[in-house]
């Protein structure tokens, strides 16, 4: 039974690869702080985004559904409060929901939902990526050689952004966490590290770039998978032309690993200030990111596929509900944290629940297995064919609108080395999850809403050629920051 009523504090880095982590059995990174929080509480190791990039993965982190319910398809299309998030439906019921950090929602003088936003970070003029709107004969963007050349030590616009916002959550526990409420707040505390720029400070990348890091997995190009959606994204994002020698491959990784314990800092340093104030008593912590990163395997750097490194996310809980030390295999979603932070708050998520697909965590945590699959699909940038990615057991069946399916047994084959679509003894399994598929969505339906909607950004900013010019942003600036097109 639990007892109502306890406030939360949400954090979120962004692009973390959930394998990156002490706690997940990364043979490199040191991440003492998140390995402290598994330690306290349960870590979810088979959890996944609703989509592997930024945008749409942020918006339905905030409205608990999936993008298909929802309708933000890319990172050009960005949640703008029209639909009630789990900050409404908190603020309505009396609650403080206060959000430090990047949003990535679309323009600062929206209602999101929040009783204040601190220092948030929007998609840039309302506009994002454009470019990722052009899904056939895709551009060549340039972002690959910012991510390249900018990996290295030092301090970037990013860096000092996450400075500002740990700063300012340690400020808020201690003069805002222990007021007098009548209902328990949630803190919504977001990062940007690890996200490129690849620039960690130099006590931290040098802990990397000091030793040999061993290479990504199928980084050889005669090891790649050559699947042509992954082809589409390769020839788009031109990694290829940037990472073309082991050493640029080893800045890049150092620059990563480097961003991972950089953030891990400053989660700890969060964590001291809950010590210090006693917050365990009556408050639940959880971290996780919007998505996680290729990091060179198959030749890949970024998101926006579907393999566990990017679909995949890191998720730790600790509070009332979730056992010390503890670990759960059972497929999550980030649709599951709307229901959580709903019924941790005192509120009945059942009283608004209205097509949400989400499962309280702590339930799952307690051994409740649903009776679902678990979704991601993607619709953006770099790809010229919807992708859906569905967790039926331990199978990860992945559709492509355009061209051949993917399967893979996730029990045998974590690393996703054997894809067992073409394989006969495996055409009923192949078959089962698409027909899984099929009774949660219609894949061509909504591949078709997506393009329409897609089409009419695309016209309303003067079409492909427009977007085209205005170049490839790489990354969203920072508060303050200028904006970068080269």
Not at 126 to 142: S, T
Request: charged residues 25%; contains cysteine.
């Amino acid at each position: 039974m639990y007892l109502p009523g306890r406030n939360v504090i949400v954090i979120m880095s962004d692009e973390h690869n959930p394998k990156v982590m002490g706690c997940a059995g990364h043979p490199v990174v040191s991440t003492p702080h998140l390995d402290e929080l598994a330690r306290r509480g349960t870590r979810f190791s088979s959890a996944y985004t609703t989509s592997p990039v930024c945008v749409p993965a942020r918006a339905a982190f905030a409205l608990g559904k999936y993008i298909h319910q929802i309708g933000y398809w890319d990172n050009a299309d960005a949640y703008d409060g029209a639909r009630p998030s789990w900050h409404h439906v908190l603020r309505t019921a009396g609650h403080q929901v206060v959000s430090i950090g990047k949003l990535h929602f679309n323009r600062q003088d929206e209602d999101h939902g929040f009783s204040e936003e601190k220092i948030p970070m929007h998609i840039l003029d309302g506009k994002g990526d454009l470019m990722g709107l052009v899904r056939d004969k895709l551009p060549r963007r340039g972002g690959a050689k910012k991510m390249a050349g900018m990996a290295g030590p030092g301090e970037s616009s990013y860096t000092r952004y996450d400075r500002d916002i740990c700063a300012e959550t340690q400020i808020w526990l201690r003069s805002q966490a222990r007021q007098e409420r009548d209902k328990p707040w949630v803190l919504f505390v977001s990062f940007v590290a690890p996200h490129f720029p690849l620039t960690a400070p130099p006590e931290h990348y040098y802990r990397y770039f000091n030793q040999k890091l061993p290479m990504p997995k199928l980084y050889a190009r005669e090891l790649r998978t050559d699947h042509p959606y992954l082809q589409d994204y390769r020839n788009s994002f031109c990694y290829d032309d940037y990472f073309d020698s082991e050493a640029d491959v080893q800045r890049a990784l150092s620059g990563y690993f480097g961003l991972v314990s950089f953030m891990d800092e400053q989660v700890g340093k969060i964590m001291t200030a809950f010590d210090e104030l006693g917050l365990a008593a009556n408050t639940d912590v959880i971290y996780t990111s919007d998505h996680g990163d290729n990091l060179g395997s198959r030749g890949l750097w970024g998101k926006s596929t579907m393999y566990e490194e990017i679909a995949g996310v890191p998720l730790i809980c600790v509070g009332q509900g979730y056992a010390p030390s503890s670990l759960v295999e059972t497929p999550v979603s980030h649709v599951d944290v709307f229901p959580t932070l709903l019924n941790v708050q005192g509120e009945s998520f059942e009283s608004v629940a209205d097509g949400h697909p989400g499962v309280d965590l702590r339930e799952i945590a307690k051994g409740q297995v649903p009776e679902r699959c678990v979704l991601s699909e993607y619709h953006g940038m770099g790809s010229r064919s919807s992708a859906f990615m569905l967790r039926v057991g331990v199978y990860k069946y992945v559709h492509y609108g355009e061209y051949q399916p993917q399967l893979f047994d996730l029990a045998k084959d974590p690393e996703e080395l054997n894809d067992l679509a073409t394989n006969p003894e495996y055409s009923d399994v192949l078959a089962r999850c698409h027909q899984q598929l099929t009774a949660m969505l219609d894949p061509q339906e909504v591949d078709q809403r997506a393009r329409r909607r897609q089409a009419e950004l695309l016209a309303l900013h003067g079409g492909r050629e427009a977007v085209i010019a205005r170049g490839d942003l790489g990354f969203t600036p920072a508060p303050g920051a200028a904006s970068d097109f080269r």
